[in-house]
């Protein structure tokens, strides 16, 4: 039958509007129906559907079978598409489920999209993109939806990330049948566990905050849970000659897609009241490999010249590389001048080295209690600033790792590491560094002792005792700046924004 008689009928239709979700799962038999669980319990606006595709990426586990299964048992309009072979990784997903609904740009044979397909693509207003192992709190689409809406220029919103906190593993009794299958999902935790959570759920609550405190625009649309406006992922496409919105060129491909939304005049939000629960990472292993995915990608956008990209905040992310400079050198001058200063017997305490300790416990007390889901000894913990500094520590020590990277141009795959090191397969080297730092500790202490004459001699302490002085001085100006910057962070802090 020819179609022609069918597109007087097509461009007189209606078809309801609609927000469809992309959700790249690759082996997520384990979380996929929690993600699934979270999208059947949204309130939708009203006279809107919900359409939801499941990519099932390079799946060599039950994913696409769950989904499929899931997506019966709680009544979605869902479907699954497989891929294989894919190079892009997420990327490349994304990318398929765009080509599912607008064609692909690359196919050769010229293929037109049926009436059909034109009065769907017209009735999708929103493309949801998530990830397959977080979950959407209620009424989350909805807030989405209504700061999408707010304004024409809008290209994206973002939720708001909480990490979920693990299950106390007492809870888990040993003869239940599924328990090996439990403790594989993540689900549950060791105290250890439960206190790196909250470090990240209090890292995440205090850059949420501080994006609201000015203006609640974002640098980075989180794949976690975004709804973009698709006049806005078609504008980045044609601007740029790609096949989907999703590039490669990155290891922080939705930063990467956030910026060229923000070069192309559209808005890039958080919005205040939608929430998404998100998986932590639950080993120093595998969050330094996110980490160092997330950050190194971020400085590869900021030094790449080529993609011709620039965010309005960068100024902002270039201050906080600055800011951990800072307290990086800190840290060091206070290793250094307080070893020699002890060693060399011409330490002297000062009473106004307590300012910086109680400012900086004042403001991660005020962060603790402002993080959602937060326990009392999470609280009761920040106020002492010995797991802030800990957490600190690590970040200090990605943020080495990824510079010196970089000034050696030593590029690594953020998402094969990342991946990697949540499946177990590659090990942290903690252990061993600890090891070596507990055996020049051992050695310096005990050269300290064995050679305390010469130390304390009055040569030594003549020949120390002008730089001792300088390095005192300099570590004085750049804690009183650290200290005045934890101030006006506490001032920020002052609004009723929610983390």
């Not at 439960?194 to 470090?199: D, L, S, V």
């Not at 690594?412 to 177990?424: F, L, P, R, S």
């Not at 055996?439 to 020949?463: C, E, N, P």
């Amino acid at each position: 039958m020819s179609t022609e008689h069918l597109l007087p009928i097509t461009k007189n239709a209606f078809m309801k509007p609609r927000v469809v979700a992309f959700i790249p799962a690759h082996n997520e038999e384990q979380s996929i129906r929690d993600c699934l669980e979270g999208l059947a319990d949204q309130q939708l606006p009203a006279g809107v559907d919900l359409d939801v595709i499941v990519i099932a990426d390079n799946c060599t586990d039950r994913t696409a079978e769950v989904a499929l299964h899931c997506g019966q048992d709680l009544n979605l309009q869902l479907i699954v598409l497989k891929t294989r072979n894919n190079k892009k990784r997420k990327v490349g997903a994304l990318n398929t489920a765009w080509k599912s609904l607008y064609g692909d740009l690359l196919d050769i044979h010229a293929s037109n999209l049926s009436p059909y397909q034109q009065l769907y693509n017209k009735s999708v207003k929103a493309i949801l993109g998530m990830d397959a192992d977080s979950r959407m709190a209620p009424g989350a689409l909805l807030h989405l939806w209504e700061g999408l809406m707010s304004a024409r220029n809008i290209g994206g919103v973002m939720a708001k990330y909480t990490m979920r906190m693990p299950k106390k593993l007492k809870e888990l009794s040993l003869d239940d049948p599924y328990y090996e299958e439990k403790i594989a999902s993540g689900q549950y935790g060791n105290p250890f566990t439960r206190w790196w959570t909250h470090q990240q759920k209090q890292d995440m609550a205090s850059w949420l905050l501080t994006l609201q405190y000015n203006g609640g625009s974002t640098y980075v649309l989180g794949g976690q849970a975004t709804l973009f406006r698709p006049e806005a992922l078609h504008d980045i496409v044609n601007r740029n000659n790609l096949d989907g919105p999703w590039q490669d060129d990155s290891d922080v491909e939705d930063m990467l897609l956030t910026w060229q939304l923000q070069k192309a005049k559209w808005k890039t939000l958080i919005s205040p009241n939608a929430r998404c629960f998100v998986d932590s990472m639950k080993t120093y292993h595998t969050f330094r490999q996110q980490r160092y995915k997330w950050d190194s990608g971020t400085i590869d956008l900021l030094t790449n010249s080529e993609l011709d990209i620039k965010t309005k905040h960068r100024w902002r992310i270039w201050r906080a590389q600055f800011r951990s400079l800072l307290d990086l050198t800190i840290r060091i001058l206070l290793v250094v001048l307080l070893a020699t200063s002890l060693i060399t017997a011409q330490f002297s305490w000062n009473w106004i080295w307590v300012i910086p300790i109680a400012v900086a416990s004042l403001l991660n007390l005020i962060l603790a209690v402002k993080t959602p889901m937060r326990r009392p000894i999470d609280v009761m913990l920040s106020g002492t600033v010995i797991s802030a500094e800990i957490y600190l520590w690590v970040k200090l020590s990605i943020f080495i790792h990824i510079w010196l990277d970089k000034l050696s141009k030593n590029k690594k795959d953020g998402w094969h590491n990342q991946y990697n090191a949540e499946k177990g397969q590659t090990r942290s080297k903690l252990f061993e560094w600890w090891f070596v730092l507990l055996i020049l500790l051992a050695l310096i202490v005990f050269a300290a002792f064995y050679f305390r004459d010469f130390f304390t001699s009055s040569k030594v302490v003549a020949l120390s005792a002008p730089y001792l002085k300088v390095g005192w001085t300099i570590l004085s100006y750049f804690t009183g700046w650290a200290t005045l910057l934890m101030l006006y962070q506490l001032w920020t802090l002052r609004r009723k924004y929610k983390a």
